[in-house]
T-cell receptor
Framework: AQSVTQLDSQVPVFEEAPVELRCNYS??????LFWYVQYPNQGLQLLLK??????LVKSINGFEAEFNKSQTSFHLRKPSVHISDTAEYFC???????????????FGKGTKLSVKP | DADVTQTPRNRITKTGKRIMLECSQT?????MYWYRQDPGLGLRLIYY???????NKGEISDGYSVSRQAQAKFSLSLESAIPNQTALYFC?????????????????FGPGTRLTVL
């Protein structure tokens, strides 16, 4: 079965430290990859996406993620976090089914990033 | 004004009661979705609709039903609520036309409805 794994449920870090949130998916079929962010008491917002082309994608607020096909991973990184980055981050994958049809978006279980002063 | 709204924002009900959660959108998107979020489980798809006449079951549709009253409205019903349906429910919309039908249409989420079934 197709699945998305976020290895860390919680990641505490100090302000200005680097952070990596890990995401792996199960299948070797073609995929579209997404990271969503959920701030406290809000809905989810798209942070960044990988569709094709350059394997490194970046968001406007300093996050970046790299698609690694051989490791079926799409880890999210930021070199220096801020208090305002405290949120829950969800990796999501749309698997391209055999025959070319598109599956639904499958979400990981989320990683809670807590940035401490 | 929010593009995707959900009502109510919070609801406490009792086991066996019928509950309806409503979602409205002003984005003009054809596709709408209902998810539930449980701590440590991420988001799971309950139902989705690609247009008014197209409704599909998601991963966890048992115990739920939906109605797509118009392009802008998509309601989720719990016919007989049970405690394990206590969760945060999100509505989302998307427009595949924005992605040229390529499958990366961004989903836009409402603020959520927190449902507690006692």
């Amino acid at each position: 079965a197709q699945s998305v794994t976020q290895l860390d449920s919680q990641v505490p870090v100090f302000e200005e430290a680097p952070v990596e949130l890990r995401c792996n998916y199960s299948s070797s079929v073609s995929v579209y990859l997404f990271w969503y962010v959920q701030y406290p008491n809000q809905g989810l917002q798209l942070l960044l996406k990988y569709l094709s082309g350059s394997t490194l994608v970046k968001s406007i607020n300093g996050f970046e993620a790299e698609f690694n096909k051989s490791q079926t991973s799409f880890h999210l990184r930021k070199p220096s976090v801020h208090i305002s980055d405290t949120a829950e981050y969800f990796c999501a994958v749309r698997f391209m089914n055999y025959g070319g049809s598109q599956g639904n978006l499958i979400f990981g279980k989320g990683t809670k990033l807590s940035v401490k002063p | 004004d929010a593009d995707v709204t959900q009502t109510p924002r919070n609801r406490i009900t009792k086991t066996g009661k019928r509950i309806m959660l409503e979602c409205s959108q002003t984005k003009g998107h054809d596709r709408m979705y209902w998810y539930r979020q449980d701590p440590g489980l991420g988001l799971r798809l309950i139902y989705y609709s690609f247009d008014v006449k197209d409704i599909n079951k998601g991963e966890i549709s048992d115990g739920y039903s939906v109605s797509r009253q118009a392009q802008a409205k998509f309601s989720l019903s719990l016919e007989s609520a049970i405690p394990n349906q206590t969760a945060l429910y999100f509505c989302a919309t998307s427009d595949p036309g924005l992605a040229g039908g390529l499958g990366w249409d961004e989903q836009f989420f409402g603020p959520g409805t927190r449902l507690t079934v006692l």
